[in-house]
């Protein structure tokens, strides 16, 4: 991989006022079109590193870039999914899409066709005139990923996005993420709890260590592309999701 | 038997209960005391009777509650905005804001009179006065408690300060504003009335309701302060009704204190 990284961090440190160091000069690189995974025990400053990213919060040292740039010159390139769907209760869907849109700065004219595009794209393209509250728990997060795609990012920071949702539905919106990807190849970082999550979706995960956050381990995950119901019986993804829970569980007591 | 029906039928079955009893107490009062409880048809009669002095005292009452509610909804809503701006805001101006609330109307109202001279205007500030406050916690309440996940999404997109405030903080203030709306809703008419008792005129268009019972308690006609009381009630149900309506109209669509649509 010679491509310049997309995402790199070089010694960051983060520490929030006086208090104990949430980062411990953690170093990583993403090169374009990566699926990063983060994962690691509560404390290990997963949400930290999306923040960081995000440029929500600024490093206490070291230095940051994101596609060559600071965080913040490069808000127009980075979407965040957040855990909560955060949409706005009091707009339709299509308003709540196209308000993401106005206040990015996208002209008026192309609103509709973009926050069809998106809709459609997520399977929810008949629900735009619904108000959030009519949708259920999988539907407003299959928006607010919609939301996120319609600013069309070359970065997509993912926290937890589905870690509410029942199994079903998150198994379903993992593949749908996936099928989604195939069409723009948008870097992500997606922080999850969940080791079969991870290894569904990434092609590299990074188990995080806590107090400090730091890389413990980074695991590959050579799974091919497109992925389906059928990865998940494969026996190569099972091998997988037994030795990244147990190198989290090594990650786990490291930080005891 | 539909709820829908049980919700008018108990009521009026109250109400119907409280005339019987009225009658009641009337039978059972001596006739040099049956003057304090004027009979129900008395003071329909009243009502009637009166209606020249009464309804244009009520117009009045409600030009005076309306100009006071409406100015103190747009003093409210600035104010709040400016308070929710940062907490030193809050904290220098809330104590001022609490004696404002606390100095008694009747204290305030000769002071009124004293400056813009007795009649619609000091009727007017004395609505805006007791409608003022409920408003202003309210809907600073509303404007500060934006939900922290909304506020970051708006901070991802770069959003302006007032981008931030028009498109996320008054919208989520509004369940809150329409709270102070509410209650202001009911103080307005009183305030109104309580205002014209001890600031009104009978210059001009003549006074309001506030007026016409200081004449009527003067005159020892009785069942026409009943109807007086009657058409204030009336009064407060309309505002009350009038802000019901606008907050449904609102709030409806998208606020869980509402009926979902459908699901």
Request: proline letters at 6%.
């Amino acid at each position: 991989m010679s491509a310049p990284p997309i995402v790199e961090f070089r010694e960051v440190t983060k520490r929030f006022g006086a208090g104990p160091l949430v980062l411990d000069r953690l170093s990583l690189a993403a090169q374009p079109g990566e699926f990063v995974s983060l994962i690691g025990p509560s404390g290990c400053g997963k949400s930290t590193i999306l923040r960081l990213i995000a440029g929500l919060s600024a490093p206490s040292g070291g230095t940051l870039t994101v596609d060559g740039m600071t965080p913040d010159d490069a808000a127009a390139e980075l979407a965040f999914v957040f855990q909560e769907p955060t949409l706005l209760p009091w707009l339709t869907v299509a308003k709540n899409v196209e308000l993401a849109l106005k206040l990015r700065g996208v002209p008026a004219a192309d609103h509709a066709v973009l926050r069809q595009r998106v809709l459609d794209l997520v399977r929810l393209g008949d629900r735009g005139d619904a108000f959030p509250r009519q949708l259920s728990g999988g539907q407003k997060m299959r928006v607010s990923l919609a939301r996120a795609l319609a600013l069309t990012p070359k970065i997509l920071l993912l926290d937890e996005p589905f870690g509410a949702l029942d199994e079903m539905t998150r198994e379903h919106l993992n593949e749908e993420l996936l099928a989604i990807r195939g069409a723009a190849a948008w870097t992500a970082f997606f922080v999850t709890h969940s080791v079969a999550e991870a290894v569904f979706l990434s092609n590299r995960i990074l188990v995080l260590a806590a107090n400090p956050g730091r890389v413990h381990t980074e695991i590959r995950v050579a799974l091919p592309y497109p992925r389906t119901e059928e990865t998940r019986l494969s026996r190569p993804y099972h091998d997988l999701v037994a030795d990244v829970s147990r190198i989290l569980r090594t990650a786990e007591s490291a930080a005891a | 038997m539909s709820r829908k029906l049980l919700n008018v039928l108990l009521p009026a079955a109250i109400g119907a209960l409280v005339i019987a009893a009225w009658y009641g107490v009337r039978f059972a009062l001596s006739d040099d005391t049956k003057f304090l409880l004027p009979a129900p048809d008395r003071i329909v009669a009243a009502l009637i009777e009166q209606w020249p002095d009464l309804g244009r005292a009520a117009y009045n009452t409600t030009e005076g509650a309306l100009l006071g509610f409406g100015l103190s909804i747009t003093v409210s809503f600035v104010l709040a905005i400016l308070l929710s701006l940062s907490p030193w805001v809050r904290v220098g101006l809330y104590p001022y804001l609490m004696i404002l609330q606390m100095t008694p109307v009747i204290v305030i109202a000769p002071i009124l009179v004293l400056w813009v001279g007795a009649g619609l205007k000091s009727v007017t500030l004395i609505t805006f006065l007791i409608c003022f406050f409920p408003l202003v916690v309210n809907t600073t309440q509303g404007l500060v408690s934006t939900d922290r996940h909304l506020v970051e999404l708006f901070a991802m997109w770069r959003a302006s300060r007032w981008q931030q405030l028009w498109h996320l903080r008054v919208p989520a203030a509004l369940p809150y504003f329409f709270t102070g709306l509410r209650i202001a809703a009911t103080l307005a008419p009183i305030g109104a009335l309580v205002g014209d008792y001890t600031a009104g005129s009978s210059a001009g268009d003549g006074g309001g309701l506030g007026f016409q019972t200081i004449i009527y308690s003067n005159q020892a006609k009785y069942p026409a302060l009943f109807a007086t009381a009657a058409v204030t009630c009336v009064l407060g149900f309309i505002f009350t009704a009038g802000v019901l309506a606008l907050s449904w109209f609102a709030l409806h669509q998208w606020h869980d204190s509402y009926e979902r649509p459908d699901k």
